[in-house]
């Protein structure tokens, strides 16, 4: 009966998560061959390079890895059942509990775990920068869908608010890793929303009267 080869001496789902923990603590250019070895059980030079190819490509799979796990606190942005500003709440505010545990590395590894990269890796610097485009444009997607469902007025003030809810939650990573609470971090997003709801269409009066009328009667 032929062989079919020697199993893997590692867990490779352990291995990832290892992995994961590591980069998303240190970032990706302090992060040694060695200390990624080590911690993904000891495994062999060959086994790493057998299993994963390279560090770029084991990068690679832990960002995937990461956005299919702690990543889909960003899911609301894609729900359009979801209301909106609800859809960005929702993200701000899971985005905000996840980023501030203490059961993992603080911060989103989107953000911090590519930054200042010297040339030879920019593609891996491109990479989470692609993410994080993506996470601006469902944002985006949010304004522009309360907009068009007349929720939200079109102004010059609406015409930035995704830039200013882009850069709060891209500035969490900061504040989560300096220290800063869930508790605190949701008063912020709490008065970060008074954005929203200032440019939110009034009703107009008559149906404004209806409904109090509406509320009477219940």
Known sequence: MARTGRPREFDRDKAIDAATALFWAQGYEPTSLAQLKSC????????????????????????QHYLATYGQVMAPLWDESLPPREAIEQTLRGSARMQAARTHPTGCLVVSGASNCSPENEPVQALLAAERQRTRAGIKACVERAIARNELKASPSTDVLPDILATFFHGMTCEARDGMTVDTLNVAITSLLTLWD???????????????????KL
């Open 40 to 63: 993904m059980g000891n495994i062999s030079p060959a086994s790493f390079y057998a299993a994963f190819g390279s560090k770029e490509a084991l990068f690679r799979e832990v960002v």
């Open 198 to 216: 200032i440019n939110t269409v009034k009703p107009p009066k008559n149906r404004q009267k209806n409904t109090e009328h509406t509320r009477a």
